[in-house]
């Protein structure tokens, strides 16, 4: 009898730690839900939306200009955070003060990535603590799952975030695109 209750521990025990690690292993690797919270990205995510991202793209280096994406916070390592990806290393982008007053320019370096929040007013981003390093990036968001009126995927808004990169790098031919500043 004893020896009955013992295997059926371990085994059960032993299912446990399996279907721990499969978990792990698709939260890690695969993606999972996340409720997006603050008006950064406003108007394109609101407060309290639920979106599911994927982690496919940060392991394969597969993120690219206009893609929202989740991060550590760089000031806040136990907090999240939900931005735009607007440029790459070796990119040049325009940035602008909290105020919009002054204008200047920054340069990605390698291995980061330049974040900033779509409601540009209310937003803390790469603007305050400059590039992010890629290995914060935890998954690409693609997919809005609530509210079920905006259910689908994101459409593609990398146009807007144009009007701020100047030139383009990351081992291609630099280009300059400044022209874009004024196309509007």
Known sequence: ???????????????????????????EYVGGVVMCSGP?????????????????SRHFYSI????????KSPSDPK????KRV????????????????FKGHSYVPTGHVWLEGDNLQNSTDSRYYGPVPYGLIRGRIFFKIW???DFGFLRDSRSESQGRLLS???GRRREDLSWNLNAE
């Open 86 to 101: 607007i440029g790459l290393e070796g990119d040049k982008i325009l940035t602008n003060s909290p105020s919009g007053f």
């Open 168 to 170: 383009r790098g990351r």
């Open 64 to 71: 690219q200009r206009g893609d929202i994406v989740i991060a």
């Open 147 to 149: 509210p079920l009126s």
């Open 79 to 82: 907090s999240n955070i939900c």
């Open 40 to 56: 950064s990205m406003e108007p394109t995510i609101q407060n309290s939306d639920i979106v599911f991202a994927e982690n496919l």
């Open 1 to 27: 009898m004893l020896r009955g209750v013992l295997g059926k521990t371990f085994r059960l025990v032993g299912y446990t730690i399996q279907y721990g690690c499969i978990a792990h292993c698709a939260f």
